[in-house]
């Protein structure tokens, strides 16, 4: 049986834990309560900024509008068939906005500014621009 070295273990040890990171990235889920004609009603989002994108499971994404003190409502930006009553939704901590530039005139896009008319990616400086703003005089 081999020996057991008590200043082998200890280096190891000390090796492991040297690179040990304990840093903890909470993640804010909430739960479906209703869905209905693009739009949904979400619980457990308390600290989701009006304007904010959210992403269900299967990826389609929202924005949240309506904040009320148990829910919150937020308008489909998708197709919402895979959407239903008990679906976690996640925060994504980023208000929605589009890119707007030079590139975008003549270009078809969708509602969150990705082309979608075939002709490749915009090209050209494009400014990050959010969607709810007041207007310009």
Do not use: C
């Not at 209905?36 to 299967?58: H, M, P, S, T």
Request: charge should be negative; proline fraction near 4%.
């Amino acid at each position: 049986m081999p020996e057991i070295k008590p200043d082998e273990i200890s280096a190891i040890l000390r090796e492991q834990l040297s690179n040990f990171n304990a840093h903890a990235d909470l993640e804010e889920v909430g739960t479906v309560l209703q869905v209905g004609d693009g739009i949904a009603r979400v619980y457990g989002l308390g600290n989701v900024r009006y304007g904010e994108l959210v992403e269900f499971e299967d990826g389609v994404r929202a924005i949240a509008l309506n904040l009320e003190e148990d829910n919150v409502g937020v308008v489909l930006m998708g197709e919402g068939k895979g959407i239903k009553e008990g679906s976690k939704v996640r925060r994504t901590k980023q208000i929605a906005s589009i890119k707007v530039g030079e590139g975008m005139v003549g270009r078809v896009v969708n509602t969150l500014g990705n082309p979608i008319d075939g002709k490749g990616p915009i090209a050209g400086e494009l400014y990050e621009m959010p969607l709810e703003r007041k207007a310009p005089g």
